[in-house]
T-cell receptor, first 109, second 115 residues
Framework: GQSLEQPSEVTAVEGAIVQINCTYQTSGFYGLSWYQQHDGGAPTFLSYNGLDGLEETGRFSSFLSRSDSYGYLLLQELQMKDSASYFCAVNRAGTALIFGKGTTLSVSS | EPEVTQTPSHQVTQMGQEVILRCVPISNHLYFYWYRQILGQKVEFLVS????????KSEIFDDQFSVERPDGSNFTLKIRSTKLEDSAMYFC?????????????FGAGSRLTVL
């Protein structure tokens, strides 16, 4: 089977930087994805790491270390609108995306 | 921007009734998925569909569930005899081929309430 672990909740203030960690155990690992979900709405794609290292997309960055079965999502210059749930998900070759339990990020002013 | 469309947005049904949830994936996408999310919990994989057949299904996707792509645009999830525990938000998603297969675009969801 597969398992993903991420913190259930994170709190931060506007303008801060927050890191959401994700560790995984799975066979056939292909890559790690991150999705954002506001208030039970549609999960939306944030980033994908197929190779080790850092991927940067504006205020958001994502990192993967295959040898450590570990990744993180880094959110910089936090804004109130970043309050949402963030899910890491494993991509496995030829199979569907499997999501972690999600991290609820609360950003306060 | 292309989007995945789901109907209905909310359906209330009695236990034991059949429910069909409908999805229109992005037109040039090749892979189609159904996921569900019980309130406050994680997004759970149900089934994936490629080349007009199921490519993978989870243990949740038992004989009560079926999927169909009746024409070139619609993708449906049928629950034959609903149970209370089927109450959840059901998300349809699609992805393209090649490197696009790694990026799922989700619809806004269909909230199913079973009484």
């Amino acid at each position: 089977g597969q398992s993903l672990e991420q913190p259930s909740e994170v709190t931060a203030v506007e303008g801060a930087i927050v890191q959401i960690n994700c560790t995984y155990q799975t066979s056939g690992f292909y890559g790690l994805s991150w999705y954002q979900q506001h208030d039970g709405g549609a999960p939306t794609f944030l980033s994908y790491n197929g190779l080790d290292g850092l991927e940067e997309t504006g205020r958001f960055s994502s990192f993967l270390s295959r040898s450590d079965s570990y990744g993180y999502l880094l959110l910089q210059e936090l804004q109130m609108k970043d309050s949402a749930s963030y899910f890491c998900a494993v991509n496995r070759a030829g199979t569907a995306l499997i999501f972690g339990k999600g991290t609820t990020l609360s950003v306060s002013s | 921007e292309p989007e995945v469309t789901q109907t209905p947005s909310h359906q209330v049904t009695q236990m034991g009734q059949e429910v069909i949830l409908r999805c229109v994936p992005i037109s040039n996408h090749l892979y189609f998925y159904w996921y569900r999310q019980i309130l406050g919990q994680k997004v759970e994989f149900l089934v994936s569909f490629y080349n007009n057949e199921i490519s993978e299904k989870s243990e949740i996707f038992d004989d009560q569930f079926s999927v169909e792509r009746p024409d070139g645009s619609n993708f449906t999830l049928k629950i034959r005899s609903t149970k209370l525990e089927d109450s959840a938000m059901y998300f349809c998603a699609s992805s393209g081929g090649g490197s696009g297969a790694n990026v799922l675009t989700f619809g806004a969801g269909s909230r199913l309430t079973v009484l």
